[in-house]
């Protein structure tokens, strides 16, 4: 089993839907990371957190870490969300990330 | 550019020959990491390095890869005696301590 779980692993949803992906982690952490990663391209940092809740614009993260989970939501959705999202995790006293397998959202117009 | 910058971006090789894969971070991140991304095997972690620490090579898949990390800035990954299962793309992130990790594009890696 991966120390880092993912779901859904691809997720097609209509322009303007509200979206989750979920992120469970089996391992104590000293925090959590979600990553974008657009088709042929980079991997951006969205969030870094270690307890309770973020937000960026339409993008927000929640942790809980007493059920080992995280939650990515982006608020009205737009095409150009679509994209790869990465949860990874850091373990204490090494900064080293741990990946899940990644969830592909595909938003359509 | 302010960014963690990777060369070549793109790189082709013969079965068998050895292939060096250079990351300049961004100026004044002490943590430099590599990663790979394959397909099908999504990403994993190879090495770390912090400072002047001795660096976390835990993730290094064979002793084919070595890294180094000259003064602190530039790092460099070796593959020797290249495989096919090592095409994938290398990732160089860098940070500072406890900040979050600032990825290079990569180097897509191909071994004929």
């Known amino acids: 089993k991966n120390e880092v779980e993912q779901s859904p692993q691809n997720l097609t949803a209509q322009e303007g839907e509200f979206i989750t992906i979920n992120c469970s982690y089996s391992?104590?952490?000293?925090?959590l990371h979600w990553l974008q990663q657009h088709p042929g391209g980079g991997i951006v940092s969205l969030f870094m957190?270690?307890?309770g809740k973020k937000k960026h614009g339409r993008l927000i993260a929640t942790i809980n870490i007493q059920e080992k989970h995280s939650s990515l939501h982006i608020t009205a959705s737009h095409p150009r969300d679509s994209a790869v999202y990465i949860c990874?995790?850091?373990?204490?006293?090494?900064?080293?990330?741990?990946f899940g397998t990644g969830t592909r959202l595909t938003i359509i117009p | 550019g302010a960014g963690v910058s990777q060369s070549p971006s793109n790189k082709v090789t013969e079965k068998g020959k050895d292939v060096e894969l250079r990351c300049d971070p961004i100026?004044?991140?002490?943590?430099l990491y590599w990663y790979r991304q394959s397909l099908g095997q999504g990403l994993e972690f190879l090495i770390y390095?912090?400072?002047?620490?001795?660096?976390?090579k835990s993730g290094l898949p064979s002793d084919r890869f070595s890294a180094e990390r000259t003064g602190g800035s530039v790092s460099t990954l070796t593959i020797q005696r290249t495989q096919q299962e090592d095409s994938a793309v290398y990732l160089c992130?860098?940070?500072?301590?406890?900040?979050?990790?600032?990825f290079g594009d990569g180097t897509r890696l191909s071994i004929l």
């Open positions: 957190l270690s307890s």
């Open positions: 391992v104590g952490i000293s925090a």
């Open positions: 990874a995790v850091e373990r204490f006293g090494n900064e080293k990330l741990t």
């Open positions: 100026s004044g991140h002490t943590a």
């Open positions: 390095f912090q400072g002047n620490s001795a660096p976390d």
């Open positions: 992130a860098s940070s500072l301590y406890g900040q979050p990790q600032h």
